[in-house]
């Protein structure tokens, strides 16, 4: 009888299908994976993949950018519900007025967006690339969208624009308090504070590195230090543990799990592809203009 793992190898041989995971989905899921990464990762390279099939192990959101990066691939997402509640913290009609009040305004949409929102902005951006895309635009006036965190974090290394922002937030980040670092450094006072631009200013200003969820894992790879606590949520141990097996890595806290990424499950990519579906489908017109920010991005960054 085949193992889970087995049955996956069989099906992505059958179904010409290639498998993209996050690092914050399970171990298991990243174990099988045919590359792994942050979102930034993961969209770059989705335009290079040969096979017809593309299995997005993530949420919502990362399965419509590989879609509209991929028009004629079949995308498909193991659990239609893994959904990013901050990829839909954007009022529309706050956009056109703040287009109508700042003429230079450039709306600087985080890739975790819905693809709805994406067709209002003028460049996507990631947390690993988000500092040198929107240093590269003409325009002073930024528009940040949808999270609060990292545009203000972005907007501090940038003091010769000026940025509106926007009252999105990750809930996983969010939760992660000054209070809980310092408890956590106190109990651990050699280990090294590694941050995600998500969360809040007051934990950011306790970190030793912040940066992207790859940048995290370069930076503790790199390091010739032996202890880290982590503010980010809890998938990315698995890839420090396995490109560090002689490091310690912690979390800081209980609450830095993320249940939609948790929702993809291996049982569910082995249905997903003997199934092909859920499939990522949208609409033509809202896809012609969704991806002209994504596809910006990949040529700014």
């Known amino acids: ?3 889970l793992v087995e049955q996956v190898e069989r099906l992505k041989r059958e179904r010409d299908a290639v498998i993209l995971a996050h690092y914050y989905v399970s171990d298991e899921v990243q174990a099988v994976a045919d590359y792994v990464g942050d979102s930034y990762y993961l969209s770059k390279v989705a335009t290079t993949v040969n096979q017809k ?14 879609k509209l990066l991929n ?28 287009r109508a009040e700042y ?6 949409c985080y890739i975790n967006s819905t693809a709805t929102l994406k067709q209002y902005a003028d460049v996507c951006v990631t947390s690993a690339n988000a500092k040198k895309v929107v240093e590269s635009l ?34 996983v980040h969010t939760s992660i308090t000054a209070d809980a670092v310092k408890k956590a ?3 651990r006072p050699k280990a090294k504070v590694l941050v995600h631009p998500e969360c809040k200013q007051e934990v ?13 894992i370069a930076y503790a790879t790199k390091s010739q230090e032996q202890e880290f606590l982590i503010c ?26 993320c249940p939609n990424m948790k929702l993809i499950t291996l049982e569910k990519v082995i249905r997903c592809l003997q199934e092909e579906s859920p499939l990522i489908e949208i609409d033509e017109e809202k896809a012609k203009q969704a991806r002209i920010p994504l596809e910006r991005m990949l040529k700014l960054s």
């Open 138 to 171: 003409p325009n002073k006036t930024i528009y940040f969208i949808p999270d609060e965190h990292l545009g203000r974090y972005i907007a501090s290394q940038l003091p010769e624009k000026q940025f509106i922002f926007n009252d999105g937030f990750c809930h």
């Open 71 to 98: 028009p004629e691939k079949r995308v498909i997402i193991p659990d239609a519900n893994a959904d990013c509640p901050m990829a839909h913290m954007v009022d529309l009609d706050r956009i056109n007025k703040v």
């Open 103 to 108: 003429e230079d305004v450039a709306v600087v």
């Open 185 to 187: 450094k106190e109990a």
């Open 232 to 257: 980010t949520e809890m998938g990315v141990f698995y890839e420090l543990n396995k490109k560090n097996p002689d490091k310690k890595f912690y979390s800081v806290g209980h609450r830095q799990f």
């Open 53 to 66: 099939t593309i299995c997005l192990c993530g949420v919502q959101f990362m399965g419509e950018s590989a």
């Open 204 to 216: 950011l200003e306790l970190a030793d590195y912040i940066g992207s969820t790859s940048g995290i």
């Open 1 to 3: 009888m085949e193992t």
